[in-house]
């Protein structure tokens, strides 16, 4: 299972920003989703997730500005954000939790990272 992230760029303090998140494979289905977040020099936090049942999680500083959402048909998650500030500054990567049938049967079951798309919020 791979993860493919895009959507990121660079937008004014208030400003709007849509992220997506698609998953590719075969043979898999795909549980919960989130979205966490990196800015230089800090650790990586978590933003919002969801469920496969649509159940949603926030981030307290993100509450209220971000909203996550998802496409199973697609196997897509988005994060739309709005009222952007700078300290949303960061580069933000997508994950996923699945399970896999293989080619031999086996059932795997995995967290998948996307390879991270970066956010930039000017003041």
């Known amino acids: 299972v791979q993860l493919q992230a895009s959507g990121g760029g660079l937008v004014q303090a208030g400003g709007s920003l849509r992220l997506s998140c698609a998953a590719s494979g075969r043979n898999f289905r795909i549980n919960d989703m989130g979205w966490y977040r990196q800015a230089p020099g800090k650790q990586r936090e978590p933003v919002a997730d969801?469920?496969?049942?649509?159940?949603?999680n926030y981030a307290d500083s993100v509450k209220g500005r971000f909203t996550i959402s998802r496409d199973n048909a697609k196997n897509t998650v988005y994060l739309q954000m709005s009222s952007l500030k700078p300290e949303d500054t960061a580069v933000y990567l997508c994950n996923a939790d699945y399970v896999e049938n293989d080619p031999y049967g086996t059932v795997v079951v995995g967290r998948v990272w996307g390879q991270g798309t970066q956010v930039t919020v000017s003041s």
């Open positions: 969801i469920t496969s049942g649509g159940r949603k």
